[in-house]
């Protein structure tokens, strides 16, 4: 089977991409420098811990590889408008140290995670790939640089890459003991399980969007789907298919108070939570148009109702704290 180097490999959407990739029989190599990842979600005979920004280190990884499946970023939304040169570093940066050795070792095909947050604010929903490039924050900009830099490195270098411009990533792999465990923890489901445990009110940040229920609304997409969607696009690199930047969504969007309710309901606790002011950056409306995905490649969510979803991540969430 062909050699794939997974960076970011150590992270929540790596770890469960290279666990999906193991289990299709692909020969994985991962990279992390777990700053943000955990050496328990990576076979140890898989990893390597070293920065993308260790040219010695990538270029000895990058021998014999076949395709690479980049996920190694910082991705906090509001991190990133009070750091955001960490973000451009870390995020351009270490990308371009990444395909600089790639172009040295001659390996051309490349799967990016990239973010709906290059949309920005979008004029209407659901958002096709053909919207304005327009973010609205240093980490969108820092992954549409990237993507510019492909759309470049397809002209002149002849690299295939497919960006995948996905929404929430949610969700876990309970039976593979593989969930959302960032630390600092940001993403909504952890917290509002957080919530209802503790007792300790969640931030709600805003209630007077444009919404339903004046709470913003997103596509919220289950990890394995997200994971399904990395396989699928190396496949078509893999088969000789062309670059191209995909939505992976589900087409639906749900307001930040119906998934607390969702959650309350898994659960069968109370979340208390509190409103706090807007964040900066974050948009009203991000839902996904991802008839090109499905139409191209095939793909198809299985398992992103908001019940499966909350159902999966709270095993998850149950069997971290029983261990």
């Keep these: 089977m062909p050699r794939i180097l997974v960076t970011g490999g150590a992270g929540y959407i790596g770890s469960i991409t290279t666990h999906y990739l193991l289990r299709r029989g692909y020969d994985v190599v991962v990279i992390d420098d777990l700053s ?49 040169e960490m973000y451009f570093s870390n995020n351009v940066g270490g990308s371009l140290s990444l395909l600089e050795a790639m172009a040295r070792a001659d390996v051309r095909r490349l799967v990016f995670s990239s973010t709906a947050a290059v949309y920005g604010d979008p004029v209407s929903v659901p958002i096709p790939e053909t919207a304005r490039i327009a973010p609205v924050s240093p980490y969108g900009e820092s992954k549409a640089m990237v993507e510019r830099v492909l759309g470049e490195l397809d002209r002149y270098r002849g690299l295939r890459g497919v960006a995948l411009r996905y929404f929430n990533a949610c969700g876990a792999e309970p039976e593979a003991g593989l969930g959302e465990a960032h630390d600092p923890e940001t993403h909504l489901i952890p917290l509002l399980f957080r ?98 995905l499905r139409k191209t490649l095939g793909w198809e969510p299985r398992r992103s109702k908001i019940h499966e979803i909350t159902r999966d991540a709270w095993a998850y969430h149950t069997s971290k704290v029983k261990s």
Excluded at 59 to 78: C, M, N, S, T, Y
């Design 36 to 84: 943000r990842g955990h050496r328990e979600n990576v076979p140890a005979e898989r990893l390597h811990v070293a920065r993308l920004q260790d040219t010695g280190a990538v270029a000895e990884l990058l021998a014999g590889v076949d395709a690479v499946v980049h996920f190694a970023a910082f991705i906090a939304v509001g991190e990133s408008t009070r750091e955001p």
């Design 195 to 292: 919530a209802a445990v503790t007792g300790e009110p969640i931030q709600i940040f805003g209630d007077n969007y444009p919404t339903s229920d004046g709470t913003c609304t997103r596509d919220y997409i289950h990890v394995g789907d997200l994971a399904e969607a990395h396989v699928v696009a190396l496949e078509h690199l893999m088969g000789g298919g062309g670059s191209g930047a995909f939505n992976v969504g589900t087409g639906k969007g749900l307001t930040v108070m119906e998934v607390l309710r969702a959650v309350e309901e898994v659960t069968g606790k109370r979340v208390p939570y509190r409103i706090a002011g807007r964040r900066e950056g974050d948009p009203t409306e991000l839902v996904a148009d991802s008839s090109k």
